[in-house]
């Protein structure tokens, strides 16, 4: 089945410094991926649709430069955390939709990297 | 903006007993994707069923099924013969035919009781 693997799986980081993460898929071309954002034992929100060769779309309220999108490949994805702050600290999680997912089928996503800045 | 609403923030059920989540959302659109996520402690999202809007027959999956009513934007999973693997946090989630990322609800944590 298709995979994605996301990495670091934690991280820890200093205040002021920036932090990437990376997303990709391991079997299958993804020319849309998708990065949220998940409080503790809260909901996943939708930050940003990512797309190859493109620039990324933010949902509202998020701020393109402090998160930073890249998706220069049909199989990976990076967001960077700029200037890293306490309060970023969350757990991040992406997803990916195959290209060749013409029906719609689903979204298969990463394990998620937890975030903490200290 | 489409919501999706999750009313249970914990459910309790005995083993092999039988369960159901439900999950109400609110959209203007006609074509529309809905989905159950589990989420156990590991956090990896996994897909438990789908349901495309324009379907009227209710999906199944084994154990899981949903009681999808379209016209009350109500979208239910019923997990059958609960097991002890089952115990996560369940998430439901939206997708507009034009969007492309999901809108989840709040999530309901199901703990199965042996």
């Known amino acids: 089945g298709a995979v994605v693997s996301q990495h670091p799986s934690r991280v820890i980081c200093k205040s002021g410094t920036s932090v990437k993460i990376e997303c990709r898929s391991l079997d299958f071309q993804a020319t849309t991926m998708f990065w949220y954002r998940q409080f503790p034992k809260q909901s996943l929100m939708l930050m940003a649709t990512s797309n190859e060769g493109s620039k990324a779309t933010y949902e509202q309220g998020v701020e393109k430069d402090k998160f930073l999108i890249n998706h220069a490949s049909l199989t990976l994805s990076t967001l960077t955390v700029t200037s890293a702050h306490p309060e970023d600290s969350s757990f991040y999680i992406c997803?990916?939709?195959?290209?060749?997912?013409?029906?719609?089928?689903?979204?298969?996503f990463g394990s998620g990297t937890r975030l903490t800045v200290v | 903006a489409q919501t999706v609403t999750q009313s249970q923030p914990e459910m309790s059920v005995q083993e092999a007993e039988t369960v159901t989540l439900s999950c109400t959302y609110d959209t203007s659109e006609s074509d529309y994707y809905l989905f159950w996520y589990k989420q156990p402690p590991s956090r990896q999202m996994i897909l438990v069923i789908r349901q495309e809007a324009y379907k009227q027959q209710n999906a199944t999956e084994n154990r899981f099924s949903v009681n999808f009513q379209k016209a009350a934007k109500s979208f239910s999973l019923k997990i059958s013969d609960s097991q002890l693997g089952d115990a996560a946090m369940y998430f439901c989630a939206y997708r507009g035919g034009g969007a492309d990322g999901l809108t989840f609800g709040k999530g309901t944590h199901l703990i199965i009781q042996p």
């Open positions: 997803s990916a939709r195959a290209t060749s997912d013409t029906a719609n089928y689903g979204y298969t």
